[in-house]
């Protein structure tokens, strides 16, 4: 069993920059293929990006590509997402989410972080 805690959320001017934290527990998050997703208001969630358990490899979706970056601390069981720039429509629910693979599906989930926007 996996428990993810994620942090950095809160009300940021356009333009900023903040930077979310996910902590797991237990002993194998190294193991863990880890990512963000979101959800904005009356839309469904969607993918933002994701990192290896080696911290490698990482994918974004092209909506964030270059604005965003994702890294991973194995020594502090923690998945950083920092964004850069950020927009109005930026604002949303970040959750993090662990996967036993790079491939498979996300059987945990953290209860989110939100993030508002302010023009």
């Known amino acids: 069993q996996v428990q993810l805690v994620e942090s950095g959320g809160g009300l940021v001017q356009a333009g900023g920059s903040p930077r979310l934290s996910c902590t797991a527990s237990?002993?194998?998050?190294?193991?863990?293929?880890m990512a963000w997703f979101r959800q904005s208001p009356g839309k469904e969630r969607e993918f933002v990006a994701k990192?290896?358990?080696?911290?490698?490899?990482?994918l974004y979706a092209d909506s964030v590509k270059g604005r965003f970056t994702i890294s991973r601390d194995n020594a502090k069981n923690t998945v950083y997402l920092q964004m850069n720039s950020l927009k109005p429509e930026y604002t949303a629910v970040y959750y993090c989410?662990?996967?036993?693979?790079?491939?498979?599906?996300?059987?945990?989930w953290g209860q989110g972080t939100q993030v508002t926007v302010s023009s």
């Open positions: 989410a662990a996967s036993a693979s790079w491939s498979s599906l996300y059987n945990y």
């Open positions: 237990g002993d194998t998050f190294s193991t863990y293929t």
């Open positions: 990192i290896s358990g080696n911290g490698i490899i990482t």
